[in-house]
């Protein structure tokens, strides 16, 4: 407290800045050969993994000739030639799984280190994004970017991967071992094999469309689950359950079906490479029977092509797996690309550091959305020095808060429009300006997470519960927090649901407090509460930002104001009065009586109300009966 029993706040000190994103930034070798570019980031744990895989497929691809050479000598009758084949086996198997642990512990690292470097990616884009993407795009759709994409794009770098190479490796170290031990045999029972190549690609191009178009489905189903739950009071309000879950069950109709298509096409792939190896197995015991019985080849060398056989259906197995997996991942990495290559609208180029606020000038300032051609500012001047309180009225639609945006960068403008420290936006780091700028919307957003947290949010450290109980006090919410019995550690639900849309709008105002900022922009953000707390939260909010601090020198706050009720603006420096997206007066509230009939419009709509009220109240009360 200062020596005048005063709230005191420090100053705010000068902040160390948000760090940057570097991963925001997409290479071009990433966009173009993803797969490519994992294996060269990564290169130890895909070499490693690799190579265990190579020796597996070895060891493993050498164990029917260790079984060849024991039944050889076991019809022999050789002992001991059987006890050092039965050794060689047994020395082939500790090789396989020795070999085959490493692999799986080296590969699982590799491909799950490659999906959190593609989620911090595409997380870190969502961050340098502007307000304009995300009114565009569903948020269902892009958690499906982040969680499902992610995952098919994870399988198909790893698993799918690991399986194509597995079956490469085994049809390189086989096929010469089968054509070494019956070069007849071998093109007789592999002679479908050359339709593979052919089949695959076929296959490849199908499951790739069909997989597109099952995320893209997936994607709908997602973002109209979430804004069903999201919108469920207003659902259950206006009694449209039947109707939104009609909607929904269409939705999830369509991914069904678009599921039940890639099925089909990726059931039918196994089968189609597996055909041209197992028919290898009859053709062997049907033509090559003969030559075992004549004693023209040992009955080991039979097993033993027999047992290559058999381990050719993996191969087949795998490869066609391999690229189904492969493909699918693909077709996830394009939509995920879609988001990575997307530039945002605000980037930050700008190296000029602020140091505190001393002003805001606004120069001719024209702005109109990107959907739209209309202007919803025109032509719009004001400078605003540090340490003044500026209202800004009009009606709706007048373009109070399209300035509030711009003035924080939320929205781009041209350059030398809006100049911070006579500096222009653009030229300033963003994150030196958002350090200097504390806005509160009118939409109050909350976090699930404790009272405490979600109002120090803004703050590198937290301050103590001390502190955040000091600027609840200001909003006049703290007697409402210590009532709940957790107080100030009790949890919110999702987005503030179990509060009430005044509660949310003063922990939001109490949330920029406690940053202590030099600009503060509070837009109709206490809309939801009554107009004598309104009041009565301005004029604390006027008491703290116009102390002393404790050196005594006078606080240098600015603040921005923009509210419907206009008694709550009264003190205010200066008015701002807006119309049409233009400036229509500027002046205190005496000024703008005379010189602006919109405010004199709202000023007479507003008592006109007043006093409705007043009536309505008169009427109720016991005594005001005759």
């Known amino acids: 407290m200062g020596p005048n029993g005063r709230l005191i706040f420090p100053m705010q000190q000068p902040q160390t800045l948000p760090p940057t994103f570097p991963l925001a930034h997409t290479p071009e070798s990433l966009a173009k050969k993803p797969f490519r570019f994992y294996f060269k980031e990564h290169r130890g744990l895909f070499s490693a993994g690799m190579a265990a895989l190579f020796f597996t497929n070895l060891f493993d691809s050498l164990t029917p000739l260790a079984l060849k050479y024991a039944i050889d000598e076991l019809t022999k ?7 050092r084949a039965i050794l060689i086996y047994a020395a082939l198997m500790t090789g396989v799984a020795i070999f085959r642990f490493l692999w799986r512990l080296f590969w699982g690292k590799f491909h799950h280190t490659v999906a959190e470097d593609l989620r911090n990616r595409i997380f870190a884009k969502f961050t340098v994004l502007g307000p304009s993407f995300y009114q565009k795009h569903p948020v269902g759709a892009l958690m499906s970017l982040l969680i499902n994409d992610v995952n098919s794009f994870r399988m198909g770098i790893g698993p799918g991967i690991l399986i194509l190479f597995d079956g490469i490796f085994y049809t390189a170290m086989i096929l010469p071992l089968m054509v070494w031990l019956s070069p007849s045999w071998t093109w007789k029972t592999l002679i479908f094999l050359p339709l593979v190549p052919f089949l695959m690609h076929y296959m490849e191009k199908i499951l790739h469309q069909r997989y597109r178009v099952e995320q893209d489905r997936l994607a709908d189903v997602s973002g109209q689950a979430q804004e069903i739950i999201s919108g469920i009071r207003v659902i259950k309000s206006y009694a449209q359950e039947g109707h939104r879950r009609a909607s929904f069950n269409k939705t999830s109709r369509s991914y069904e079906d678009a599921c039940n298509s890639m099925a089909r096409a990726d059931a039918a792939f196994e089968p189609l490479m597996d055909f041209s190896v197992a028919a290898g197995g009859a053709i062997l015991l049907y033509f090559c029977t003969p030559e075992v019985t004549s004693g023209a080849v040992t009955l080991g060398t039979f097993f033993a092509f027999y047992e290559y056989i058999r381990k050719m259906i993996w191969p087949m197995t795998a490869i066609g797996a391999g690229i189904s997996m492969i493909q699918q991942g693909r077709a996830s990495f394009d939509r995920v690309k879609e988001l990575l290559v997307t530039e945002t609208d605000i980037p930050d180029e700008g190296d000029v550091i602020l140091n505190g606020f001393q002003s805001l000038e606004i120069r001719d300032l024209t702005f109109s959305y990107p959907t739209s051609d209309a202007p919803v500012l025109a032509n719009i001047s004001l400078d605003i020095h540090a340490g003044e309180t500026i209202g800004f009225v009009g009606p709706v639609g007048a373009g109070k808060t399209t300035l509030m945006n711009l003035v924080a960068r939320l929205y781009p403008v041209e350059s030398g429009k809006i100049l911070v420290n006579g500096s222009s ?28 947290e979600n109002v120090a949010l803004g703050v590198e450290e937290f301050p103590g519960v001390e502190r955040v109980r000091d600027v609840t006090r200001v909003v006049n919410i703290d007697q409402e927090i210590e009532a709940v019995p957790e107080q100030y550690g009790a949890y919110i639900g999702e987005r503030g649901v179990n509060l009430s849309g005044g509660q949310k709008q003063r922990l939001t105002i109490a949330r920029a407090l406690i940053r202590n900022s030099p600009l503060v922009i509070l837009d109709d953000s206490l809309s939801a509460v009554d107009g004598k707390t309104e009041r009565s939260i301005v004029q604390s909010l006027r008491r703290v930002l116009s102390s002393r601090g404790d050196q005594g020198q006078k606080k240098n706050q600015t603040t921005l104001i923009v509210s419907h009720r206009l008694a709550t603006l009264k003190h205010a420096d200066r008015i701002v009065v807006l119309f049409g997206g233009r400036i229509e007066a500027i002046g205190k509230h005496e000024q703008l009586m005379h010189i602006s009939p919109t405010y004199r419009e709202l000023q007479h709509l507003q008592s006109e109300q007043k006093l409705a009220a007043a009536g309505e109240h008169v009427q109720a009360s016991p005594t005001g009966a005759k």
């Open 77 to 83: 009758k050789d002992l001991n030639g059987l006890g």
């Open 425 to 452: 936006l653009e030229k300033i780091k963003q994150s030196s300006l958002h350090s200097i700028v504390s806005y509160v919307p009118q939409d109050a957003f909350l976090f699930s997470d404790t009272i405490s």
